[in-house]
């Protein structure tokens, strides 16, 4: 049974930093891409940022191109989305997702597993 487990959200001030961590279980996480969405009160799931079984692709939403960062552990099983320079628009639920493939991928349709989501509140 796969599992993917997002932490790290909470209440942070505008151009303030978070971490998010995502770990997933029962799926060979080196061969999966892996990417991270939100979604605001009102508004569709959108694209946050991906990457590549190898890491070596990680598209990033205009929106947060500068400011975050993906990556991943592959010997942990985990992703990570490094949040700085947060603004009041980040605020969402974000989700990871993860999937079989070679690519990174930036639709959400593309993506087969899901987490539960973690919320995270920047206020101005």
């Known amino acids: 049974q796969v599992q993917l487990v997002e932490s790290g959200g909470g209440l942070v001030q505008a151009g303030g930093s978070l971490r998010l961590s995502c770990t997933a279980s029962?799926?060979?996480?080196?061969?999966?891409?892996m990417g991270w969405f939100r979604q605001a009160p009102g508004k569709e799931r959108e694209f946050v940022a991906s990457?590549?079984?190898?890491?070596?692709?990680?598209p990033y939403a205009d929106s947060v191109k500068g400011r975050f960062t993906i990556s991943r552990d592959n010997t942990k099983g985990t992703v990570y989305l490094q949040m700085n320079s947060l603004k009041p628009e980040d605020t969402a639920v974000y989700y990871c997702?993860?999937?079989?493939?070679?690519?990174?991928?930036?639709?959400?349709?593309?993506?087969?597993?899901w987490g539960q989501g973690t919320q995270v509140t920047v206020s101005s």
């Open positions: 997702a993860a999937d079989s493939g070679g690519g990174a991928y930036l639709m959400a349709e593309s993506y087969r597993y």
């Open positions: 029962g799926l060979t996480f080196s061969r999966y891409v």
């Open positions: 990457i590549s079984w190898s890491s070596t692709n990680t």
